[in-house]
Every structure is written in structure tokens, then in C-alpha cells.
């Protein structure tokens, strides 16, 4: 069982920058891949930026250059540094653990970027 708990969301300007942190309980952390999704309202939910455990990333093109994944195995944490926001960022953000046929998702955190 992985227990993942983000943080760092809120409101900021257009243009601005935060970073979601996921801190994941469990000890075998490295051996997951790692992933944040947003949900906005009205709108599925989608894939924003993956890490796996070996490091490799993958970004979706509407964040690429903007958006950085990375990942801390000796904090079991994940983060997300968002640069440059735009207001069709806003959405929840959720952190997303799989490793072979077990996945695990957080309760999101709240991003909104408005002037």
C-alpha cells in the first residue's frame, strides 16, 4: 500500500511559478513510476508529466519547456516545478504512483492562475 499526499498548489498570476510536491509513504518508493495529472472542471482528466524510476520523463506538449518532473528517492518525494503559467493550467493536480499491476493516487491539490 502507497499512501500519497500532495502539496504546494494555490493561486498564482499568469506567468508565475509553483512547485507540487508528492510525498509518498512505503519503502520501495523507487521502484514506482511516477506521474501528475490535472483535472479541469468540465474536462477529463489527463497525463501532465511522467518520471520513471529509472528518471526518464515525459511531458505532455501543452506543458513541455514550462513543466519539470523530478523525483527525490531518499525523500520519496516527486515534484513538479510549473514555470510560466498560463490560466488553462488551473485544475487539480494529482500525484500518481504505478508499478506493475498496483496504482495509487493522491487527493489532488488546487492550482488556479488568475490575474
Known amino acids: 500500500q502507497v499512501q500519497l499526499v500532495e502539496s504546494g498548489g494555490g493561486l498564482v498570476q499568469p506567468g508565475g511559478s509553483l512547485r507540487l510536491s508528492c510525498a509518498a509513504s512505503?519503502?520501495?518508493?523507487?521502484?514506482?513510476?511516477m506521474n501528475w495529472y490535472r483535472q479541469a472542471p468540465g474536462k477529463q482528466r489527463e497525463l501532465v508529466a511522467a518520471?520513471?524510476?529509472?528518471?526518464?520523463?515525459n511531458y505532455a506538449d501543452s506543458v513541455k519547456d514550462r513543466f519539470t518532473i523530478s523525483r527525490d528517492n531518499a525523500k520519496n518525494t516527486v515534484y513538479l516545478q510549473m514555470n510560466y503559467l498560463k490560466p488553462e493550467d488551473t485544475a487539480v493536480y494529482y500525484c500518481?504512483?504505478?508499478?506493475?499491476?498496483?496504482?495509487?493516487w493522491g487527493q489532488g491539490t488546487q492550482v488556479t492562475v488568475s490575474s
Open positions: 518520471i520513471t524510476s529509472g528518471g526518464n520523463t
Open positions: 500518481h504512483a504505478k508499478r506493475l499491476r498496483y496504482d495509487y
Open positions: 512505503g519503502s520501495i518508493f523507487r521502484l514506482y513510476a
